[in-house]
């Protein structure tokens, strides 16, 4: 991407990025949720949805995941390592980051950058990125690209099977939250990395807890043949048309 990054912050200190959004352009906006922020920005792997959606009028923006750019703390190892020495001593890493996202969200719209918000994760940040979707009824719908479902299927995470807190933040324990609410999510049709089977029984509980409060369903889960922990080649472009049929469609009234 040639866009330059901008570092943002909200007024409770709460630091993010955007690319080629420098001032207030009220607009349709994804939250991306990879790793660090600008990693989850800039490369493609992870981004590039927000390429595509750019020219659509749809802007980009990302926050640091936990134990990843500067949410990594002293004595503290990176990434999925770091997320295992949290909950080794007991520490909720889920709650505060969906904090961070519903501030940021706060200040998109207060501010007048944003009117209406999407995310999308990939891997470890579908993960996180659902949990916030979850926790904030803002997020008009969420793409995730091979997400992590349950943590104790990586190997980072052996031995914590019946661990109290690892199990409380499994992505089925908020499908409640996301009943009837848009979720288009992709994986590789033998992921053993985070687990196809793992991701289709997300799925089921989603719609099964949507059918339980009699509202639409509307989950899309696309299975595809891929090498490994991978997505299919054209499933950025794929979340980009849903994307915007959601994005741009009117808001419901209330």
């Avoid at 104790?152 to 807190?165: I, M, N, P, R």
């Avoid at 509307?218 to 299919?232: A, D, F, N, S």
């Amino acid at each position: 991407m040639s866009e330059k990054l901008h570092m943002m912050e909200t007024r409770s200190g709460v630091k993010f990025g955007s690319l080629g959004v420098p001032k207030p352009v009220r607009a349709p906006s994804i939250i991306v949720i990879g790793s660090d922020l600008e990693y989850s920005l800039t490369n493609d792997e992870i981004n590039e949805v927000g390429r595509l959606l750019g020219p659509r009028g749809v802007s980009s923006f990302a926050l640091d995941v936990p134990c990843h750019g500067a949410d990594v703390r002293a004595g503290e190892p990176e990434g999925l390592h770091g997320w295992r020495s949290r909950l080794d001593r007991e520490e909720d890493f889920v709650k505060p980051f969906t904090q961070k996202v519903s501030a940021i969200i706060d200040f998109l719209i207060e501010e007048g950058f944003s009117d209406r918000i999407a995310i999308a994760g990939t891997s470890r940040g579908g993960f996180m990125g659902l949990h916030a979707m979850a926790a904030d009824p803002r997020v008009r719908c969420s793409v995730a690209f091979a997400p992590v479902t349950e943590l104790t299927v990586l190997d980072e995470f052996k031995g914590l099977e019946d661990h109290a807190l690892t199990r409380s933040i499994a992505l089925h324990t908020v499908a409640d939250k996301l009943a009837g609410r848009p979720l288009w999510m992709c994986i590789g049709n033998h992921d053993e990395r985070v687990g196809t089977d793992h991701l289709m029984a997300f799925s089921r509980k989603v719609v099964a807890a949507s059918f339980a409060k009699n509202v639409p369903a509307p989950v899309e889960l696309h299975i595809m043949q891929t090498e490994g922990h991978r997505i299919h080649g054209t499933a950025h472009q794929e979340a980009e048309v849903w994307l915007l049929g959601h994005l741009l469609a009117p808001t419901p009234s209330t």
